[in-house]
């Protein structure tokens, strides 16, 4: 890393909130990834819940909507996050998160009932347990299933093991019973070494505690390119009708950009490219729900300090 060239602080933007510790100095690798629903509903729950139950600590955060049926429709989108996490992070564990649509305003929508939603949702789990092990070898697959007591007060995490019973390994409280949409949504990368500094800023900076987690490689990478994964992921994380803001934000040495060594360690110029990125992601955004504020932030690395400084580009505010 001695290589970087350190940032005059010429670039404009404004610097919010306290420099964040960077926990990941010399931590280029992690062991797992989390293929996860955007829902404002249950980011939160899933997050704490593979931290409490299986101790993750460094972990990519891959959200987007209905991944068992992405994966078996064999979408660049899923794969292109998959070969990342398996090459460049060398993952081991990969933790796979289905919801049933029990949280949503139209419960049953295209299945007659609840009992033949679950089904339905439980053998792609396991298709996806399938398809992994083939194509990822080096993986161990968990499954979990996500559903609401009928009365919509209680949460239900179920753990789905192939050939032997499934179990339930959480039963909370549901605290947005009756509520289908929220004002927020994060828009970051699944890099590992940024997600807690991430969520940390939106609710101590911005002020949102509940907000989707739209998690894809290189942030607003993937919605440049055109992907309707991408796309569709607004609209599961905090239903656009109700949505009126995207935080997005890139950080320095993001490995979907191939990192600082891309711009031969000047960082200068890669933040320049990641604002443009930025940039032509908040007009993509306008032309599309033109109510959607996007609010761009840069995450800047300082690998000798060990911090991490976010930086909210003033040219859109
Ligand atoms: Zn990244």
Not at 109 to 118: I, L
Not at 123 to 142: N, T
Not at 262 to 268: E, I, P, T, W
Request: net charge neutral; with cysteine.
């Amino acid at each position: 890393m001695s290589k970087i060239k350190k940032l005059p602080r010429a670039l404009d933007g404004k610097i919010i909130g306290p420099a964040h510790h960077f926990a990941f100095k010399d931590v280029h690798t992690c062991s797992s990834i989390v293929a996860m629903p955007p829902n404002f509903q249950f980011t939160k729950v899933i997050l704490h819940f593979v931290e409490m139950c299986f101790g993750l600590i460094a972990y990519d955060a891959f959200a987007i909507p209905s991944f068992s049926e992405k994966l078996e429709q064999q979408s660049e989108t899923v794969f292109q996050t998959l070969n990342i996490a398996d090459k460049s992070h060398e993952i081991e564990k990969i933790f796979i998160f289905q919801t049933s649509n029990a949280h949503e305003a139209d419960r049953k929508m295209s299945f007659s009932d609840m009992a033949t939603q679950d089904s339905y949702h439980i053998r792609g789990l396991l298709k996806s347990y399938e398809l992994i092990a083939a194509r990822y070898p080096r993986m161990k697959v968990f499954l979990f299933y996500i559903t609401l007591s009928e009365d919509l007060e209680n949460l239900i995490i179920t753990e789905i093991i192939p050939g032997k019973p499934s179990q339930v390994r959480l039963f909370a409280n549901y605290m947005f019973k009756g509520i289908y949409s929220c004002e927020t949504a994060l828009v970051r990368c699944i890099e590992f070494r940024t997600r807690k500094a991430d969520k940390s800023l939106v609710r101590n900076y911005f002020g949102f505690d509940t907000f989707g987690l739209i998690g894809l490689p290189g942030a607003s990478k993937r919605f440049l390119e055109g992907s309707e994964s991408a796309w569709q992921s607004i609209r599961s994380a905090c239903n656009t009708d109700g949505c009126k803001e995207l935080i997005v934000v890139h950080h320095s040495d993001c490995g979907a950009y191939k990192g600082v060594a891309n711009f031969n360690g000047d960082q200068v110029e890669e933040e320049i490219m990641h604002r443009k990125e930025m940039e032509k992601f908040a007009d993509l955004v306008y032309s599309r729900y033109p109510k959607i504020k996007v609010i761009p932030v840069y995450a800047r690395i300082d690998f000798e300090e060990a911090t991490i400084e976010y930086v909210l580009i003033d040219r859109f505010n």
